[in-house]
């Protein structure tokens, strides 16, 4: 992947959301570096990913990753960690925008393309989604095949962690204001995740 000033933005955005809560943890300043480095070393190793409204997700899986090599912690307390910068960010929370945004039936048409253009696989660790317009059971659906965070981290070696990034989703939910029900993920050996999201 290349290394661009946007793959750069995100990853220092994480870092520095993460730094003073990992520094609370016990985490050095030597092992802080590492963290950075190797984010840097595994964006640059990484597998294109060409869907850019997921390029924040794809190089999380991959800060995430960093910080479990490095931190000295465990999954557990990196999650608790990433989850806690995430959630009181005030930045992270004006680019989710409203549930109502969010949830907009004008916006499933160029859902649906993405979705499409998603089956063509242009780069190997794209996602791979269908769109579920509004129903009876809830206002906007999606089952997603592939994932690109689960496809960086078998990549790297340690599939392990996807699943603790998919706790997130619920997190992002909850901020936005909508209500996610989610029965499988592909983290957890399923054939794909069924994200139905609703108005609260």
Known sequence: MKYTFKAWFIGHYFYTATKPLLKEKGVSKQALIRIKLECKAITIRAKDMSQSSLTASYLMGIYFIAMNRHSGLSAEENYKVIERAVSSSKLFKKGMGTAED????????????WAEESHKLKNEN?????????CAEYDLGYDYHECGICKICRDEGCFELAKYLCRLDSVIADMIGVKLVRNTT???GYDECDFRYSLK
């Open 102 to 113: 969010y949830l907009d039936e004008k916006k499933i048409p160029k859902r649906m393309k």
């Open 126 to 134: 794209n996602w791979v989604v269908d769109v579920l317009p509004k």
């Open 186 to 188: 592909i983290a957890e």
